[in-house]
């Protein structure tokens, strides 16, 4: 099967080494796989763009990653992958309020040069109930740039202001959301919200990990799905 490109956008505090598996996956059936990049480590932003005549355009995107890509990349979508994401990251009422809080109290810790620290935290926080070492080398290995510390305290401030689904977002377009019912990050709140603002998606809900979805099968069985509703 070919004439497939994948574009992937990592979230909050990652890169696009994370992508890894699924480009080399994408690359075993044919396909094309290219990446975003916010640049909070040394590597330079990048805002991917389909390729001219392709027909099947997915987007696979983790966490804050959806609200990242552009609305003309979005609006070209023929189908989406969904993981441990959200539309909206603050609920409402006290448990709202309570991550409102959070995202300041982070905010001020990267602003006081803690940037390391706080990235330690988030990552290990993230990768719960597994370990932190089990997550591919980011930002927090390569060292954060003055440019990238300003794009986190930029992208918190994002993630509290988020609802809804990203601008340009296709309606009727296949979309497989991965769910992480451990998540420490994304409330089980947000994560009904999302469910709830795409209705017709596919959901798999996986019991045992946490908001990085450390799996090492997981790509292969991501590729299956898009291979088969992009056929």
């Not at 004439?3 to 044919?30: E, F, N, V, Y």
């Not at 448990?95 to 109290?105: D, N, Q």
């Not at 009904?192 to 795409?198: N, R, V």
């Not at 045992?208 to 292969?220: E, K, Q, W, Y």
């Amino acid at each position: 099967m070919s004439g497939i490109q994948l574009i992937g956008m990592h979230g909050w505090a990652g890169d696009h080494r994370s992508w890894a598996p699924w480009a080399a996956g994408a690359a075993a059936r044919g396909w094309s796989f290219c990446c975003g990049e916010r640049g909070y480590g040394r590597e330079s932003p990048l805002q991917p763009n389909w390729s001219s005549g392709t027909q099947q355009r997915v987007v696979i995107a983790h966490s804050f990653g959806p609200h990242l890509l552009s609305e003309a990349l979005w609006r070209e979508a023929t189908a989406a992958v969904l993981l441990a994401s959200f539309t909206r990251f603050v609920p409402e009422g006290r448990e709202g309020r309570a991550i409102s809080a959070a995202l300041r109290a982070m905010a001020r810790r990267i602003q006081a040069g803690e940037e390391q620290e706080q990235l330690r935290d988030f990552l290990q926080q993230a990768a719960a109930p597994q370990s932190r070492s089990l997550l591919p080398e980011g930002p927090l290995e390569q060292g954060i740039s003055s440019e990238g510390r300003a794009r986190l305290l930029e992208d918190l401030a994002r993630l509290g202001s988020t609802g809804g689904l990203p601008a340009g977002f296709p309606s009727g377009i296949p979309v497989l959301i991965v769910e992480a019912a451990q998540d420490q990050i994304v409330t089980a709140a947000s994560r009904q919200e999302l469910k709830q603002g795409l209705p017709h998606a596919t959901v798999w809900t996986r019991s045992d990990l946490g908001h990085s979805l450390i799996d090492p099968a997981l790509p292969d069985a991501v590729l299956d799905w898009i291979a088969d509703v992009q056929a």
